[in-house]
């Protein structure tokens, strides 16, 4: 099965700081995707990458960049943290073969507070 | 845009009753897949089942859904209800046709199962 790690699992910050949250998976898919969860929106996506140098902006993407060094990492970046986003933040990967749908494949989570 | 609407936030049931999680969606897509995606406690969601023939019933670990096209719905029932079933269930959607099709997911349905 897929394996998508996500660090820090949990993480405090200040309002005005940057906040960096990583992701690394194994398993060579070429997509990954960063999503918050807040109850009564359910996941929605902020950034997601086809590969290896590539970004594209989700539904959400105000306030927070990625970045998508390689394969394995993609990563989120908060410049200016803002109470409003504080969430559970998931990052996923999948790939998509022939006619099939893609399957996404969740890191365990990181809960971001912004004091 | 795309969107998934889950009418119920919570469900509760008692062990043994059966189970019915809605989902409608709207989408410009003529050939859409549909997801359920199942996210116990303390864990990260996972793939429960998937479909985007119409009226072809999809099953998988005691559960299933059945696309309709006509009326836009893919609800998610099982039989039997078990305590192990107390879950977030997500309804999601994407564009078939999309290789890097990104998910949609719906607010989310909160199953608590009683003894």
């Known amino acids: 099965e897929a394996a998508v790690t996500q660090s820090p699992r949990n993480k405090v910050a200040v309002t005005g700081g940057k906040v960096t949250l990583s992701c690394n998976q194994t398993n060579n898919h070429n997509n990954m995707y960063w999503y918050r969860q807040d109850t009564g929106h359910g996941l929605r996506l902020i950034h997601y990458s086809y590969g290896a140098g590539s970004t594209e902006k989700g539904d959400i993407p105000d306030g927070y960049k990625a970045s998508r060094p390689s394969q394995e990492n993609f990563s989120l970046i908060l410049e200016l943290a803002t109470p409003s986003q504080t969430s559970v933040y998931f990052c996923?990967?999948?790939?998509?073969?022939?006619?099939?749908?893609?399957?996404?494949?969740f890191g365990s989570g990181t809960r971001l507070t912004v004091l | 845009g795309d969107s998934v609407t889950q009418t119920e936030g919570l469900v509760t049931l008692t062990e043994g009753l059966p189970v019915m999680l809605n989902c409608t969606y709207q989408t410009i897509y003529s050939n859409p897949f549909l997801f359920w995606y199942v996210q116990h406690l303390n864990e990260s969601p996972r793939l429960l089942l998937k479909s985007f023939t119409d009226n072809k019933r999809t099953e998988h670990q005691g559960f299933h859904a059945t696309l309709h096209k006509s009326s836009s719905s893919f609800h998610l029932q099982k039989s039997s209800a078990q305590l192990s079933d107390s879950a977030l269930y997500y309804c999601?959607?994407?564009?078939?046709?999309?290789?890097?099709?990104?998910?949609?997911f719906g607010g989310g349905t909160r199953l608590t199962v009683r003894p």
């Open positions: 996923a990967s999948g790939d998509r073969w022939g006619s099939s749908a893609e399957t996404l494949y």
């Open positions: 999601a959607l994407s564009d078939h046709h999309n290789a890097g099709a990104k998910l949609t």
